[in-house]
Structures are given as C-alpha cells and as structure tokens.
C-alpha cells in the first residue's frame, strides 16, 4: 500500500524535490526569504493561464446561485481551510445568507484548527456531508485538493455530480483525478514547493487567489456590487459602519446629512440608500425596485421613475 502511495506522489509536480534546494537551510535567513518570495512570484502567472477555465466556471456558478442556488466548497487540510476561509468572507462583504456559501472541511470544523488523521482519505465522510445539506440541482460543489487525488474531495465532486449539481475540481496538478470528476476542471500548476511537498504554500496561495476570484466575480454577477464598491456588505461592527457610509459617498457624493438620514431610512441598507439618493426616491419603492431588479443596482436605478 505505503509502495503505492509512494508511486503516486513521485508522479505528482507538487511533491517534486529539488536538489539545487536541498541546502536552503544552511543559507541566511534574507537569502531564503528572497527565495521563497520569488517562489511566490511565480503563482499569479500561473493562474492566469487558468482564467479561461476559471471565468467558465464563474459565469455557471453565477447562473445556478441566480435560481437560488448554493456554492459549496469542499476540501481537506489546507485546502479545506481556504474554502471555510472564504465562505466565512462571504456574509460580511457581500451580505450573503451564512448558507448560501459554505466550506466543508474533512473532519469537520474542529479540523480548522488541529488534523483529524484519517479523514480526507474517507470519501464517505464526503458523502455524508453533502447528504446533510440536502444538495440541489442550483447548488455548485469545487472540490479542492492541492494533489487532485484526495478522496474527499473526489468523493464530494462525484457526489455532486450524480445528483445534479454543478461541479468544480480545482487542483494544482495536471490530468487529475479532480479535475477529471468535475465538469469545470481548474488545475493550477505552480511547480515543486520550496519545501518539498508542503503544500501549504504555492499551491495554498493559488487556491486562495482562485476562490477570490470564484466567489468575488460570482458576487459582481449576483448584483453584489456597484462597480467596485461593495453595497451588499453588511455593517456588523463599527469599521463596516463608517465604510458603510464612505460607500454611499463615493456612489452618490451626497451631503452627509442625506447620507445619515437615507442609511436609517433604510435600516442601514447601503444598496436602499443609494438608490433613495440617486433615484430620488423614499426606502419602499428603493426596496421594491430592487426587488424587482433581483438586486442589481444598476437595473434598478433604470427601473425608476
């Protein structure tokens, strides 16, 4: 079996050791900080080769999450981290139902914090995870896995698939198994690591660009912004209060005054309280405008009298 494996991961670029590395540690601490920051230089390059498949995927997901849909990450170890990482972004900055995008990680949330040996070699807990959610034809699963070979997420994909639901494999090699189980195939390939298999960094940072790009496009699809401002974000605490307010500033260069008073007209609804600003209109008709419009800003604002 240990044979096997072995064999497996020789094949795989992410595994790859590097002689001219072998070394590193003898080096000055500013010599290997200059290496690996070229190391990372390198990831963006790489995803953009990728942007093609990556927007795809972006415009399929947008479509089902249009009809109501889910976006479900699911991945093990670092890879499962940077889905919850990102779904956990989503409600404040886009003001998304916590379960409307949602990070399965193999082991379940306590392995955020400390591995749960065992567990993203088990593609029934995949199974079982998404039997939990009650998976939908609208829903979307990206199974994420650095290697493309890790049976959760493989698991979870097929699971997805067999039931209706859109399918994603990111991963950071080529022709894998990932990849090949979903029906959007994103394989980032970042090369060897720094340290030899750790996967945690190249291969980390190309999955976290790549759910930014995922979930932040998605949200820009959905009507979750106005141009590069975020009006869905929602004010929790007092920084996205006062960024709350700067927002629909910079959308409507409206007195502050008008500002205050459209924000609690609105209940704080930065979306509402443009579109009473600059439609000149009161909080009911802005509400159902947008909801009207789905809403999309921009369509309600050519909606209005």
Known sequence: MYAELRAQLDTLTTEAFRPELAEIDRQ???????????????????????????????????ARMARGGRLVYAGAGTAGRMGVLDASECPPTFNTDPAQVIGLIAGGPSAMVKAVEGAEDSPELAAADLTALGLTEADTVIGISASGRTPYAIRAVAFARDRGALTVGLSCNADSALAAAAEHGIEVVVGPELLTGSTRLKAGTAQKLVLNLISTLTMIRL???????????????????????????????????????ALTATGGEVKQAILVLLARVDAATAARLLTESEGHLRAALTAAP
Do not use: C, F, H, W
């Not at 690996?36 to 947008?62: F, G, H, K, S």
């Open 223 to 261: 009507g979750k912004t106005y141009g590069n401002l975020m009006v869905d974000l929602r004010a929790s605490n007092e920084k996205l209060r006062a960024r709350s307010r700067r927002i629909v500033a910079l959308a409507t260069d409206a007195p502050d005054q008008e500002i205050e008073a």
């Open 28 to 62: 000055s601490t500013l010599d290997i900080a200059r290496a690996m920051n070229a190391e990372d230089a390198t990831v963006p390059a790489a995803v953009a080769e990728r942007l093609p498949e990556i927007a795809a995927a972006i415009d399929a997901i947008a």
